[in-house]
């Protein structure tokens, strides 16, 4: 289908900032490389000045509408003689329907047909009209309202470059009552309801843990709202329901004018054509650039599998203006992950599914094959050869870019079959949907009956993809399913509601000899269990930097996996202040190796691997990465087939050089890495000390070593160091090089001295560098800083650690400073590493040992410290007779004891809500164990039962203990009050 076109030249406010802010999306025209003959069109809007579609196409006459551009574009590619390149000059193209290109407009013989914006211009693609008119509907809400036309409808408004929030109305989970139909009103204030007009179009929304569904309104009568279908039985049917969600769900009502009262709202009457819009604060209509969609797609690339489109380019060109109808249909958006939604009547739901199935049941397994995909604004299926690079994607109702996606999100009706494709140094930002989405999920996807629908060599790489899913908060900045041969490498993600990069589909249950626990479900009465791999494979994830992920969502972090992907591998990137998780190893997953990423400030895990319910989650390789937050689970070394070693925790204020390299070399490269970026510094600094602990009156060499990243000199190199009120720093050795060639490195030392005394058992001690350059035209400050420690000796008990640990002691308080992986055995491991300080044989038959926990690092809210009875504190993973009472950071107190006698910790009572400082307290009569707690010292707490310990002693080490459950990670933990009676 060829594009009709309307006058228009000017292009909105809000497009040409993202533009103008440049430098993001990179050079707006990449270069061909070396010259070839090339036929060159020159197109401009419809209505620009000697624009006509009977002259030269050239850049004093161009051509008028891009429909003549493209026909002429087809005619001289199908000589074959030479490269065509259609120049587009400035100004919007304002769409009545999508540029639809196919096998007639590809490049023949090894040329290629590009079109790309002119050298300078900023051309617009737009589906969106321009709103101007505005009028005062009502001064007393402060809402205003333009004529828009009718015939058309849309979810999206776009005020100011900013997607606009449909009117809706917030409900408090005690407002309604969920149905199987829909749901009752609670709450009488709401009684209006049943008298709102074009009820039809009000939608339900249902913000869930990993799921946002959208279900539209069938009826309201009275207090009942019966809603449409099939969108409810879809939403409320499988895993996080809206009936049935894993976590505290927001519920909204939108789309009623009744519901506009929040600056920024607004409300569409499509049979009056008659648009409401109210302000934010300051916002003036008359100078607002507002624009409204009309199209659900701009462009379509695609052919058939023996014919498909090949050879084309789009380059520096801005895609934008678009809605996506769906979710109001009676469909609704029945979201199941990452924009994939059930649709239609599904035959294997139970009529009782809205009890039987709220948490998934067999029937609901039946619809997985047949989910669908959300239809994206720019489509590619079908294609091979086909480049995008240096475009814009912004204000769009949907996905910017799909790439071999299943057929049922097509415009052609022709999916996936998408070879050598790339999307390189481009902009997405502040759609309602996610960035980009490559590859399918229907079974043709995972196991193609035609070779030819397979997806492979895809290069997704210097994009910006940011801010954006600002509607459909389930959807990732970059989402690939089922791809062969797949690169994400050099982008720059961030400020997302769910993950950043995710990466398969299917939960597992597609790979060779299928999920045991799929078969438990029943899936496989829907489908057979595949003896062959799936299309997934050789995926490469290196040099990307996801920051500030997972803000809205939950179950998810910067890069998500799902299913096993052979030869893949996930490197160097830098993964920063995640709401969640780092990586996110789900169900299923396998054969994907990590090095050498930096996660700093998870909120959560740096890794986790969901291995739970006969998930074959495995085979995965973590060596070498670095993480300010140590915590790691389902990941042992050895267990599953994976190797995780040479991981390291490091704190955000002094990272190593080696991770500082991988934060400066993540991101866009070459022309589109941006300006200069304070928190990627072209020089790293980490600051030493040798030793780090060291005895009251004890002193330490402290050194920062200071490299050079880039390639470029760095000057005024100026190190400087602050230690804390009684602690002394006298510099030693050479000073400093001022100037530090690419590449090269320097060093500043200072002699650091603890002081000769302290009440406490340990004295910690934040000491600071500073270290000042310039480099790249910027000038930097770096701040780097550690802690040293400084202990009293231990004297009047021992001390032993299963891991390297230290001890500490003043006046009554004891110190214990550890790590440790824990001290527990179960199906995931046997585990026995710890720090103690204890009496040796100090328990006999009839024995209370008592001590208070004062404080505790928050290493894992699993770490432990409190009182231990065990035959030989030495003999670790051996000794039996071994109980512990503990407090933990975020799980109450743990009474743990050894029920076998193997020497393990493997039976356990406990009591949530205590934390330190608390009383603990362990007594033995005979060989029996009793565990206690208290907030007072005064008032104890059993927990649990009275315990026979197997192989007890007649005497027993008596003491302190701790671990940091954070293998590698080292905490302190203080105690007070040590008494064995």
């Not at 959560?604 to 990465?625: E, F, K, S, V, Y």
């Amino acid at each position: 289908m060829s594009p009709s076109l309307v006058p228009s030249r000017r292009t909105s406010a809000a497009v040409a900032a993202v533009l103008v802010a440049g430098a993001l999306a990179g050079p707006l025209a990449t270069p061909a490389g070396a010259a070839r003959p090339s036929q060159t069109i020159v197109v401009a809007p419809t209505g620009a000045k000697n624009a006509t579609d009977m002259g030269p196409a050239s850049a004093g006459r161009p051509l008028a509408t891009l429909a003549e551009a493209q026909r002429r574009a087809r005619e001289a590619a199908a000589r074959g003689e030479r490269d065509v390149t259609v120049h587009l000059l400035d100004g919007t193209y304002r769409l009545t329907a999508p540029l639809r290109f196919d096998a007639a407009d590809s490049g023949r013989d090894g040329h290629v047909v590009t079109w790309r914006a002119a050298r300078g211009a900023k051309p617009v693609l737009s589906g969106a009209r321009p709103v101007t008119g505005w009028q005062l509907d009502d001064a007393g809400t402060g809402v205003y309202r333009a004529q828009v036309g009718t015939g058309f409808d849309s979810r999206q408004l776009y005020v100011d470059g900013v997607l606009a929030q449909r009117a809706r109305l917030p409900l408090a989970r005690t407002d309604i009552t969920l149905t199987a139909t829909g749901f009752t009103v609670n709450n009488p204030q709401l009684s209006y309801l049943a008298t709102l007009p074009d009820q039809q179009r009000i939608d339900f929304q249902a913000m869930l843990s990993f799921t946002n569904r959208f279900a539209p309104v069938q009826s309201i009568s009275g207090s009942t709202v019966v809603m449409q279908q099939p969108a409810w039985d879809n939403n409320t049917y499988g895993y996080d329901t809206i009936q049935s969600p894993l976590r505290t769900p927001t519920f909204y009502l939108l789309n009623s004018k009744r519901f506009l009262d929040e600056p920024g709202e607004w409300y569409l009457d499509n049979t009056a054509g008659t648009l409401y819009y109210k302000p934010l604060p300051g916002q003036d209509l008359a100078r607002a650039h507002v624009e409204l969609p009309r199209l659900e797609s701009l462009v379509q690339v695609g052919g058939s599998y023996d014919a498909p489109a090949r050879n084309l380019r789009f380059e520096g060109l801005t895609f934008t203006g678009t809605t996506w109808l769906h979710p109001s249909t009676s469909d609704g958006y029945a979201n199941q992950q990452t924009g994939v939604f059930i649709s239609g009547v599904q035959p294997d739901r139970p009529a009782d599914a809205f009890t039987s199935c709220d948490f998934g049941c067999r029937g609901f397994e039946g619809s997985r094959n047949n989910w669908a995909q959300t239809a994206a604004a720019v489509q590619v299926s079908a294609a091979e050869g086909v480049h995008f690079a240096g475009n814009t994607f912004v204000n769009l109702g949907s996905v910017g870019i799909g790439i071999g996606n299943d057929a049922n999100a097509t415009a052609s009706g022709v999916g996936l079959g998408a070879h050598d494709v790339s999307v390189v140094g481009s902009t997405f930002t502040a759609s309602a949907g996610g960035g980009i989405v490559v590859g399918g999920v229907r079974p043709d996807a995972h196991h193609p009956s035609d070779p030819r629908a397979t997806n492979r060599d895809i290069l997704i790489g210097n994009n910006r993809v940011y801010s954006t899913s600002r509607e459909y908060l389930d959807q990732d900045a970059i989402f690939a399913s089922y791809v062969t041969r797949l690169t994400i490498e050099h982008n720059y993600v961030s400020d997302m509601p769910y993950t950043g990069i995710g990466l398969g589909y299917g939960w597992g249950a597609n790979d060779p000899g299928g999920s045991p626990e799929y078969l438990n479900r029943g899936l496989y009465d829907f489908q057979p269990i595949y003896d062959t791999p799936t299309t997934l494979s050789d995926v490469r994830v290196v040099g990307n930097i996801v920051r500030n992920v997972v803000q809205t969502m939950f179950d998810a972090g910067c890069i998500y996996t799902l299913s096993a992907m052979p030869r893949s591998t996930i490197d160097e990137n830098l993964c920063e202040n995640s709401g969640q998780l780092g990586l996110y190893f789900d169900e299923g997953s396998r054969y994907l190796s990590a090095s050498r990423n930096v996660f700093l400030n998870t909120a959560g895990q740096w890794a986790h691997a969901n291995n739970q319910n006969g998930n074959r989650t495995g085979d995965l390789t973590l060596i070498g990465n670095w993480a300010t937050n140590g915590a790691i689970t389902g990941l042992v070394n050895g267990s599953r087939g994976n190797v995780v070693r040479d991981n390291v925790t490091i704190t955000a204020g002094n990272i190593p050089i080696e991770a500082s390299r991988v934060v400066y070399q993540a991101g866009p490269t070459g022309p589109y890495r941006g300006p200069a970026d304070e928190r990627r510094p072209p020089v790293g600094a980490v600051l030493t000390a040798d030793p780090a602990s060291v005895s009251a009156g004890g002193a330490t060499t402290v050194t920062l070593t200071v490299e050079n990243l880039g390639d470029r000199p760095a000057t005024g190199v100026r190190p400087s160091i602050v230690v804390p009120e009684g602690w002394r720093a006298v510099p030693t050795g050479r000073p400093a090089r001022p100037t530090l060639p690419g590449g090269a490195s320097t060093t500043a030392s200072w002699r650091v001295t603890a002081p000769a005394s302290f009440p406490a058992p340990v004295s910690r001690a934040a000491v600071t560098a500073a270290v000042g350059f310039r480099a790249e035209h910027t000038s930097y400050a770096l701040n780097r800083s550690l802690t040293l420690t400084a202990l009293n000796p231990l004297t009047s008990l021992k001390g032993h650690g299963s891991v390297p640990s230290q001890f500490a002691e003043a006046d009554s308080g004891y110190a214990i400073l550890t790590s440790g992986a824990d001290i527990w055995q179960d199906s995931g491991g046997s585990f026995d590493e710890y720090g103690a300080i204890y009496a040796d044989d100090a328990a006999g038959a009839t024995t209370t040992v008592t001590a208070r926990v004062t404080a505790l690092d928050n290493t894992n809210s699993w770490a432990k410290a409190g009182v231990v009875l065990r035959n030989d504190l030495t003999g670790s993973g051996s000794s039996p007779g071994y109980a512990v009472l503990v407090v933990t950071p975020g799980n109450g107190v743990a009474f743990q004891w050894d029920a076998d006698g193997n020497g393990y910790l493997d039976s356990f009572s406990g009591a949530g809500g205590v934390r330190a400082p608390a009383w603990v307290r362990l007594v033995r009569s005979g060989d029996t164990v009793s565990g206690y707690y208290s907030t007072n010292g005064t008032d104890w707490t059993r927990v649990g039962q009275t315990v026979t310990l197997p192989g007890i002693a007649a005497t027993q080490d008596a003491g302190l203990i701790a671990t940091s459950h954070a293998s590698g990670v080292t905490g302190q933990y203080s105690f007070s009050d040590f008494q064995v009676s």
